[in-house]
């Protein structure tokens, strides 16, 4: 049977069934997951990085969703929360890497459309190592849990005056 005659809700029950995973060689990737936004602003991705192989290093992310993707950090510059662009993120083994809301994220600028909950992202990982790991963010709401500065309502304008 055709995907197009399944109900919406049905599929989205069907994305939902399990974490997101993905992995090649010794990176295994888990929970990815991401806010909702809308097109033209900026859009986060936050997973799990389990290397149990040799150390490697995070070199490069992108999304087709996005016009540009960047790993970056939030950083407490006395008592003001920024972030900022990380070049590379090591991991080894047996130390997990959690990419979550106030530390390291993979940032989405200008999202070419809207992130809408139930729905899946893209992301490309390009592992120093590994190579290319491709993975799916599930987008949960706007409001998902995290920490109080809440990327999802930064907006692409705040974020762009940081980058130049």
Do not use: C, Y
């Amino acid at each position: 049977m055709p995907f197009k005659h399944v109900p919406a809700a049905l599929l989205a029950a069907v994305l939902f069934v399990g974490p997101a995973v993905a992995q090649k060689g010794d990176i295994q990737i888990d929970h990815a997951w991401s806010r909702a936004a809308m097109a033209g602003r900026t859009g986060v991705v936050f997973l799990t990085i389990n290397d149990t192989g040799k150390p490697d290093r995070l070199v490069k992310v992108a999304s087709p969703v996005a016009e540009n993707a960047e790993l970056h950090e939030t950083i407490d510059d006395h008592g003001v929360m920024k972030m900022r662009l990380v070049a590379g993120l090591a991991v080894e083994p047996g130390k997990p890497v959690t990419l979550e809301p106030g530390a390291h994220h993979i940032m989405l600028m200008n999202l070419k459309q809207a992130l809408m909950p139930g729905q899946t992202v893209p992301v490309t990982l390009t592992f120093e190592r590994a190579g290319e790991i491709k993975v799916s963010a599930v987008v949960e709401k706007a409001g998902a849990p995290g920490m109080t500065m809440d990327h999802g309502s930064m907006g692409g304008m705040q974020m762009d005056t940081m980058h130049h």
